[in-house]
Structures are given as C-alpha cells and as structure tokens.
C-alpha cells in the first residue's frame, strides 16, 4: 500500500468534525471515468498534479452535494496507484447517504472505462492493503458480519442510499465482496507477526481459547459468544488470563478484549500458567491519559513529548507520516483517553 495523505480541510463534512466508533469499512468507486486522482483529492502536494477544473472535492460542497469520504484511490500524475487519506479515520464521512456513515470509513476507487484489468488488479490490491490496515487499527474481524461491505451492500441493509458500486465494475472482474473479505482477512494473517510469512496461524486449539470475539465491552463481548459474565467468572477468566485480582478495571478490560479480539483469550481451568506473574497491561499501552494536548498528554504521564518522540508514538499507532497535525493529534489523543495508545 502506498499510502499518502491530504486533508479536505475545506469540506464541510471535515469542518462538521463529528466523530464516530469505527464499525467498519465500505467500499465505493466513483461511477465515472477518471481514475486520477487530482479529480478529486487537491491541493496539488507535487504528485497528485494539479486540477484546473475547480470540481475537487476539497470545497464545502463539491459539485453542489454533501460528500467527502476518508480516502480515494487511484492514480497519482505519474500513474502511481495509491492511497490519499482525506478525512482523519474516526471523523463521521459523507459518502453512503445513510446512517452507514455514523459506523463505516468510506472511500472511493476511481472509476476509469471499467475494460483495464492492470488498473482494476492495481486497485483492487490497494484496496485490500487499505482494508486490512483500517481493520487492525480498530480492531475489526475482517469476516465479521457486515465488517466490510460496498455501497451496494450498504443499501440492501438500509444503511445506505441505493448505489450499485463496486459490483457493477467488480463482477466484470469475477470479484465480490466475499473475495474481498477473504483477500483482506489474508492480507492481515501475512503481515502479522515478524516477517514470517507462512506463519500457521497460531496453534490455538479450540478447547482452550473463547471462539474470538470483537467488541468494547467485555461484559458484552462474553454475552455475544454465549459465555457466563458475571463479576464471579470474569474473575476467573481473568485469572486463567494472569490477572490474579480482576476487579472490572479498565485497564484489565481492555486487556482480555484485546486477548479476545485474537482468540487468545483463555478458558478457566484449561489453562497450564495461572500462575505466571500477571505482567500488567501497562507493558504495551500508555497509562490512559485525558487531555486537550497531545504534548501536555505525554508530559502529564511523564512521557517525552518531542516532535521526534510523537512520531514514533505515531508510528506505533498507525501514523506513518506524523508531523504534528491537528487531526492526527486528536486521533492520539482519542487513544490516549481509552488507554490504548500503544507505545513506541
Ligand atoms: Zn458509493
């Protein structure tokens, strides 16, 4: 993935700034034949090439409608396929019509004559590298049910207006959603852990693991796979977790969310090491931090706060390109307040 960035600052879709719990991601393209870039994503940064038409999409109201969508693929002036993020991830976009928006990143692929299979074979790629990325950002079973959809899909559920994208550019291809689901969910298992790639996916034997479960809420998550929540077996999961005095903090939480999210969450009595040390969940993540500035943030927990340090924090969390910008700062920020900002 070649992923790159340029805020539609202009947007009034970026101006409203409202946030949303990432639910998942949906696909569009663009239902016209242009597949630069510089159609929709400016300012000019020296790769897109510049638009002279005045009909990008960094305006508050491109073409007269409310829309702008998290990222756009598609071919930067020298005919690079890539990535532009326009909007930060967890900002509400405008691109299904619907209250898809409230729970879905969107972004478009640009459409060419729909005849090229290089470039759809290039976009689709992208596009799946983009997915995967979005998913292990937050958290998302990439075949978790309605976790990944298109426009299309979208409206066959009532969340989204009544497109056909991307299945009338997909199916001259022989791809669906389902491909999509199962190429992302593949792209996620390769780049995992080290570099590894044929790494068998853990050797989790189902009797001892919970089934993987996503969810914020660990009193919901158990529900949803149908497993007892109370304080009294909580407590016992925790410990068959290495959290000897599970109280319901957050902090504990979190952690056995994120043990479930990857199906290492331990079943009571299977396990062979309750009596390892627990080793606290502050080895990963940050102390959980509230604050209006992301340098005030790290200091207040003792933590370097230099431009040089941020990026690598950024880095940890996803921001290959941090250079102090507001968004990127209330998106750390964000982390910070659920204590999940991983360190550097
Ligand atoms: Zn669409």
């Known amino acids: 993935m070649d992923l790159r960035k340029c805020l539609l600052t202009k947007n009034n879709c970026y101006k409203a700034g409202k946030k949303i719990t990432v639910k998942g991601v949906m696909w569009h393209s663009t ?13 000019d940064d020296g790769k897109l090439g510049n638009n002279p038409n005045n009909n990008d999409w960094n305006r508050a109201l491109p073409d007269g409608r409310e829309v702008c969508v998290h990222a756009f693929i598609g071919k930067d002036k020298n005919g690079k396929v890539c990535t532009y993020q326009t909007l930060p991830w967890n900002y509400r976009g405008w691109h299904c019509g619907g209250s898809g928006n409230d729970k879905y990143i969107g972004f478009e692929i640009c459409e060419d004559d729909l005849k090229d299979k290089d ?33 299309q899909d979208g409206h066959k559920l009532g969340i989204a207006s009544n497109h056909s994208d991307v299945y009338h550019w997909f199916n001259k291809f022989g791809k669906d ?15 995992s852990s080290s570099s590894t790639a044929s790494k068998p996916s853990t050797s ?8 993987a479960f996503n969810s914020t809420s660990i009193v919901d998550g158990l529900k949803s796979i149908g497993v007892d929540s109370s304080m009294t077996n909580r407590k016992k999961i925790a410990a068959a977790n290495g959290i000897s005095n599970y109280s319901g903090d957050y902090d504990d939480n979190v952690k056995l969310l994120e043990l479930a999210k990857k199906g290492k969450l331990k079943k009571p009595g299977s396990s062979t ?4 040390k627990p080793t ?9 931090f509230k604050s209006t500035s992301i340098v005030d943030g790290l200091k207040s927990i003792g933590v370097d706060s230099s431009m040089n340090n941020r990026k690598k924090i950024a880095k940890a969390n996803g921001i290959s390109n941090y250079d102090g910008d507001y968004s990127d700062n209330v998106y750390l920020l964000e982390l910070a307040s659920q204590g999940k900002l991983k360190k550097a």
């Open 31 to 43: 239902g016209a034949n242009n597949p630069n870039l510089k159609r929709y994503v400016q300012p």
């Open 119 to 151: 470039y759809f074979n290039a976009v689709y790629k992208e596009a799946v590298e983009l997915t995967a990325f979005l998913c292990k950002e937050n958290g998302l079973n990439p075949k978790g049910e309605n976790v990944i959809i298109c426009h």
């Open 177 to 191: 959603m389902d491909d999509v689901r199962n190429d992302v969910a593949k792209a996620m298992g390769q780049t």
């Open 204 to 211: 989790t034997s189902s009797s001892s693991y919970y089934k």
């Open 273 to 276: 090491s309750t009596t390892t």
């Open 280 to 288: 606290t969940s502050s080895t990963q993540y940050y102390k959980k």
